[in-house]
């Protein structure tokens, strides 16, 4: 019976939350509304992505993705599955922009962030005919990676009996200015490593417009996980206040 109790305690409290010492709210009748949410966001963002374990808010930064898979040149020739990929850089990341339609509830962000990924790849196929097969550490580079991202919300009554956000959709694009990419110990023949390293990076383009959709989805539902917590303690009045 005590553990009940304390269970429900402890969901009441997570329930009544306040908005976070590291946010600040904004007036929804603020005529610049944008500029206030995009200086709150900016000075929230880096606590944000590190997480906040009393809110049961997870770290962002790394951001596990589990797998991504890439062919070199199609996939008659080589293909490479990267594993337990660990992304780098979120709590550096920057706003550019935000902005809110609070009639069609919408919200639209830019943000510019350099990735660094560490992680593990499985190597295998046909080079100049010949099977080949091999595995090791890798490390990519995304230089510049400009997201595009827009957050469609309802408006729902919470557990408090208070009106708060749902997302309930989301979608983001990508433009990477410059991808590198690492693989040691290929076939532990650094002539044949640094050739396959070299096609890699000369094909980089086309190997982020084959993974960048799954780590986009990744990254954003990641995000969208964070801030549905986040939104289910903090009602739309504390976040947004009418004054």
Sequence with gaps: ?????????????????????????????????????????????????????????????????????????????????????????????????????????????????????????????????????????AAIHLKNTLLHIRYWYDHVEGADGKIHWKINKHDIKYEVEKANFRLENLFNDKNIGDQINKLLNEMWREIVNEVGPSICHSLSSAVVESLAVLLEQVSFDELMPDK
């Design 1 to 137: 019976m005590l553990r009940i109790s304390w269970f429900v305690g402890l969901f009441c409290s997570v329930l009544s939350m306040e908005l976070p010492s590291y946010i600040s709210s904004c007036s929804r009748n603020d005529p610049n509304l944008n500029e206030c949410a995009l200086k709150s966001a900016r000075e929230s963002l880096h606590q944000f992505s590190l997480g906040d374990p009393e809110r049961g808010l997870h770290s962002l930064d790394p951001l596990h993705v589990p797998e991504m898979v890439i062919y070199i040149p199609n996939k008659q020739g080589i293909k490479v599955v990267f594993k337990d990929n660990y992304f780098s850089g979120l709590s550096k990341l920057h706003l550019e922009s935000l902005s809110f339609d609070l009639e069609k509830k919408q919200i639209r962000a830019d943000a510019l962030v350099n990735l660094d990924v560490k992680n593990k790849y499985d190597l295998s196929g046909k080079l100049l005919m010949l099977p080949v097969q091999s595995n090791g550490d």
